[in-house]
Nanobody, 126 residues
Framework: QVQLVESGGGLVQAGGSLSLSCAAS????????MGWFRQAPGKNRNIVAG????????AYADSVQGRFTISKDNAKNTVTLQMSSLKPEDTAVYYC???????????????????WGQGTHVTVSS
């Protein structure tokens, strides 16, 4: 079955950097679009960044544009979110998701995704 496992979360000071990784198994990884989402306490899960099946196209939430970078390594079955210039408002549980469907473009809606990881906590202190 499809499994997604996130890692790399933690506590960081404002202005710092973190790199999140999502390892996928149970699917032919290089065929599928992926995304990173986040959910703060009491709030809905929202898109952070999405990437198409090949890794050649990306999209970002306005709030992270220019600070975060999503990438996809089809050889290693991983999708990475490099986060820099972190702010306290970036504090959330971060989830990776996969959208099934062969060779699709970037998707940014929670409802479009089919499988999720368990999430990794990111806390940014001021």
């Amino acid at each position: 079955q499809v499994q997604l496992v996130e890692s790399g979360g933690g506590l960081v000071q404002a202005g710092g950097s973190l790199s999140l990784s999502c390892a996928a198994s149970g699917l032919t990884f290089n065929n599928y679009a992926m995304g990173w989402f986040r959910q703060a306490p009491g709030k809905n899960r929202n898109i952070v960044a999405g990437i198409n099946w090949s890794g050649g196209n990306t999209a970002y939430a306005d709030s992270v544009q220019g600070r975060f970078t999503i990438s996809k390594d089809n050889a290693k079955n991983t999708v990475t979110l490099q986060m820099s210039s972190l702010k306290p408002e970036d504090t959330a549980v971060y989830y990776c998701g996969v959208k099934l469907g062969l060779r699709l473009g970037v998707h940014v809606q929670v409802s479009e995704y089919d499988y999720w990881g368990q999430g990794t906590h990111v806390t940014v202190s001021s």
